[in-house]
């Protein structure tokens, strides 16, 4: 990778704006790490290849199956986590450290992104992501034109999650291949099983309060952001990065990171909350007001609820039974009136300045400092 050409992009680049006409974690990442992205997607590319021509060699269907899962994966999405994950490892190494070897390493992380976002699809019962049909939604679409028998949603919905387990196993086997020395990659698993963990505590911890709202509060929906996303978006991808750099866990590197981590990743997950009800569909690629329709216990309709008065609460309690563009436009204006929606842009802007100041602890390659800090504010800004 030409990590003079990025380091020079990063220097230029400035803090991208709210209300930008562009999405800037595109232009964020574009710019400081063009190179990088297009790195990880070859080295996806290349080993997806072989992974499904292998499993092709097992029936032809499964060769399908398998383009189904490496089609996922190749489908478009920003790289957030292996670009967290090189800043990390760039900020301890520094410019001049070999990519290669590595590269695998920060690759997988796309791979476990794409089993989260498979089962979350499942889970939430979402019709599209990134504007196309989820892959449940594919899969049944395809049990139906192909004549077969049985239930299709119920065919859709195995097939995804045997995809999503799929990606998994193909994760661990990508970062097998990343060429560190072996204590050193123990290190590594240690923390990328961690970052497993978490994430699917935090996914419990979803599903959870969407089925209990009633007993739900703010402290616990942002309990859920810190571990459904902070951690395996932003926190751990950086710690992970760090551990392959070879950085000691009570390093006071790693104390930095993990403030700065938990601060991004808790913005980028309020600015969702926030996307979910008010995104533009042609930018987020999926329908505004879902939330809503859900009744998703997001620390937006936690803090509307609590500030809302008798009758915007009563009109409140519709969330998740909504239906109808009028009727969610319509909840989607109370949650404003209660001015939720300016709480959580404060607490977003909070989140942006601790991560600030946790860089300003932290000793590190000034590239890395000074793409971290575009990154920080991009993930709190972006329109997608």
Known sequence: MANDAVAGNALRVAPAQPGATDDPVHGVLAAFARDLVDDVDGTLSAFLAREVDTLTEIDAAMGGFAATARDCVLAGGKRVRPTFAYWGWRGVVGGDAPLPTVLPALAALELLHTFALVHDDVMDASDTRRGLPTVHRAAAARHVTAGHTGDPGRFGESVAVLIGDLCLVWADRLLAHATVPPARMLEVRRCYDQMRVETIAGQYLDVLGENDAANWSVDRALR?????????????????????????????????????????????????????????????????????????????????????????????????????????????????????????????????TDALAALETASIDETARTALTGLATAAATRRA
């Open 224 to 352: 859920v952001a810190r571990y459904k996303t902070a951690s395996y978006t932003v926190q751990r991808p950086l710690l992970f990065g760090a551990c392959l750099a070879g950085t000691e866990p009570d390093a006071p590197l790693i104390a930095a990171y993990t403030r700065y981590g938990l601060a991004v990743g808790e913005a980028f997950q309020l600015r969702d909350d926030l996307l979910g009800v008010y995104g533009d569909p042609a930018a987020t690629g999926k329908p505004a007001g879902d939330d809503l329709r859900t009744g998703k216990p997001t620390v937006l309709l936690m803090l509307a609820r609590q500030l809302a008065t008798g009758g915007q609460r009563r009109a409140l309690e519709r969330a998740g039974t909504a239906v109808g563009i009028r009727e969610v436009a319509r909840l989607a204006d109370i949650v404003a009136d209660t001015g939720a929606v300016g709480r959580v842009e404060r607490m977003i802007s909070d989140r942006v």
